[in-house]
């Protein structure tokens, strides 16, 4: 293989890894020119890629979807197969490391020209795999282009219904997205909120690639993993009901961190918020997380009411009751 083909493999690599690349940048990991980057770059559409250029500063190249799926030693036949796969995987979990199945997932359907796109999104639609828990339906192709964004550190546009029926229209720094509970969950910095956010993917519709890149802000696995698990808990249940606190808003956000989420001010000094669970235990469980000292009230409903009282009731009792005597022991020469 010539040194000018182990180049433009290169900087293939290169281009499948990134949305964008300066050309100053293209030139310094390859040790050449850019005048030899351009030559390189006119050598991969002569393959059939598609690879856009932009002039100025700011500019450089991009690797485009083209006209026909590029020479990776696919049919079309085989690419189209190899997408479904990919999709059923990411969608379904089927496999470990949802972050590879959806890399590969991406690079694949980033240079796809659109009539294999459009047999993929029939083809994948009509393919259901059986014996598999599934989730609410996601789109693959919204789960590849925020794949995308996070591998690229870019801002994106989308639209987002919540689960109360709003419509809301969101501009973010995507982080990553996490399989759990079979729904996928994009964690991302929300610009017009000033703060984390999780959405559900299924929820999410219209994503729009800005090209506007940034530098991800720190997060620990463990500041994810929570940001995950809270947004778990964040579902219709079988008991819900709100409780008011005498505590100002600012206040219980401090105490309660990211599981203060739904919470709303009351009044200065009040703040309300929700709480639910499968059954009452579940509900009394949220409610014994309210700080010590803090006084609050519950409009939890009946039959629930009821039950918590006359379970607390006996709690209590057996508080102010005596203890009962230490178990009786048999001596060991008893025993023997």
């Avoid at 379904?92 to 590879?100: A, I, K």
């Avoid at 620990?220 to 947004?231: C, D, G, R």
Wanted: glycine share 6%; hydrophobic share 40%; net charge negative.
């Amino acid at each position: 293989m010539s040194d000018t083909t182990t180049r433009a493999l290169s900087l293939l690599n290169l281009l499948q890894t990134h949305r964008h690349w300066p050309g100053t940048e293209l030139a310094e990991r390859l040790g050449v020119t850019e005048r030899t980057v351009r030559r390189d770059v006119e050598r991969l559409r002569d393959l059939g890629y598609r690879i856009e250029s932009s002039p100025g500063i700011a500019g450089g190249y991009r690797l485009e979807a083209g006209s026909a799926v590029p020479p990776l030693l696919l049919t079309d036949e085989e690419a189209v197969a190899m997408a479904i796969g990919l999709r059923v995987a990411a969608a379904q979990r089927l496999v470990g490391g949802p972050e590879t199945t959806l890399t590969a997932l991406a690079k694949l359907e980033q240079v796809l020209p659109a009539p294999l796109r459009r047999r993929v999104n029939a083809l994948a639609d009509a393919v259901q795999p059986t014996g598999i828990r599934t989730g609410a339906a996601v789109s693959s192709e919204i789960l590849g282009e925020l794949a995308l964004a996070c591998r690229d550190r870019e801002r994106v546009r989308f639209t987002y219904t919540a689960a109360s029926g709003e419509i809301t229209c969101r501009r973010v720094e995507p982080y990553t997205l996490a399989p759990a509970d079979r729904h996928w969950y994009l964690l991302c910095w929300d610009l017009e909120r000033d703060d984390w956010r999780t959405f559900r993917v299924d929820r999410l519709a219209e994503v729009e690639h800005t090209r506007v890149l940034f530098d991800p802000k720190p997060l620990t696995p463990e500041q994810v993993e929570e940001f995950i698990l809270v947004a778990r808990s964040w579902v219709r249940t079988a008991v819900e009901t709100d409780v008011v606190m005498e505590l100002p808003f600012q206040q219980m956000q401090e105490a309660f961190g990211q599981w203060g989420q739904g919470a709303s001010v009351e009044d200065p000094d009040r703040t309300r918020w929700p709480v639910g669970g499968q059954d009452f235990r579940e509900t009394m469980y949220g409610m014994a997380w309210i700080p010590a000292g803090v006084e609050y009230t519950t409009d939890l409903a009946e039959p629930s009411r009821a039950e918590l009282r006359e379970t607390l009731e006996r709690m209590l009792r057996a508080l102010d009751a005596a203890p009962p005597a230490a178990p009786r022991h048999p001596s060991a020469s008893s025993a023997a």
